[in-house]
């Protein structure tokens, strides 16, 4: 049996490895195979830059190129939707059966039976038409930031009103919002610390709480969270600013109270990751800016990282996304 990974760089392409069984949640005897190749089996949409993609459950992909949504099924592009500002996230609401897609400076869009429906900052009240992350929860909430300094913060429409956490009404501890993940019924958010640095907050319906606090000065606080909980993010080593000191960026894990830092390589070496992904065997896919001498992604298989080999395309990986049977 094959497993693939799906990566989009300047268009799609397509890795695969062995696996002989992957548990739904890695509990039990269950074999899992640790096999990691990097080996291209196909390239889609060559010469494109997708900035985002959505899969619908059903085997069909969405993708986003410049202004224009994409909708992929059987390898064919079976229709396109032309869309007035470039789209930043996506995700598919199994729950409503459409897409919702965060763009520039158009709002809020939703795609379906054909049809796209904005909430836009006139219309909906909305703090900015700027929208860089858009998730949906397993209730059919849809989660999305509207923010930027001291305006706005985190958006949750539930289908019928949209719902406003600021710092004046929330536990929201400043207006940027910078990443959303959803994790079974949890929603974890990385917000803005306004003195310095930046929180992670966990909700749980109408339960707020604060996972950790860093006081770093990564500008990319991305979050993942895996199948067993492990809370996965990006920051400087020091967790401080200042000092005029070289960037240290690396990835953090956080479980059970325990914070533990992942380095990839020896202190110095800079390599700026700014993207991570779980996989269903709780491997941590990073992507990170090019350096020469380095490749831009490697996977972190609980033990150690292991790097895309010499050769591998340096194209800008823009996203990742993983469906039902671990292709990525």
Known sequence: MKWFLICLFSGWMIYSCNRDAIPDNNSGDQPVDSEIS???????????????????GQGGYYFAVGKQINFWESGKQLVSFPVSSEIYSMAFNLKEDALYFGTKESGLGVLKMNNITWFTKENSGLPRDLISKVVCDGEGNVWFNSSASKLGGLMKYN???????????SALPGNI?????????????????????F?????????????LHSKGCFIFQKVEVDHEGRIYYTDDSREYCGGGLIPDNVVFSFFNGEKTMIREGPLGTEFTPYML???KRNFIWQAKFYKEG?????VYNGKEWV???AGFPKDHIRCMEIDGENRI
């Open 177 to 197: 919002v910078y990443d959303i993940t959803v994790s079974g019924r949890d929603v974890f958010v990385s917000a803005e610390d306004p003195k310095s640095g």
């Open 159 to 169: 289908g019928n009103t949209i719902e406003k956490f600021l710092p004046e009404n």
């Open 277 to 279: 992904k779980a996989d």
């Open 307 to 309: 790097k895309a080999p």
């Open 38 to 56: 990097f080996d291209i089996t196909e390239h889609l949409f060559k010469g494109s830059a997708v900035q985002s993609i959505a899969l619908n």
């Open 294 to 298: 380095y490749e831009t992604l490697s």
């Open 199 to 211: 929180f992670i907050m966990k909700i749980n319906g109408s339960n707020w709480s604060q996972v």
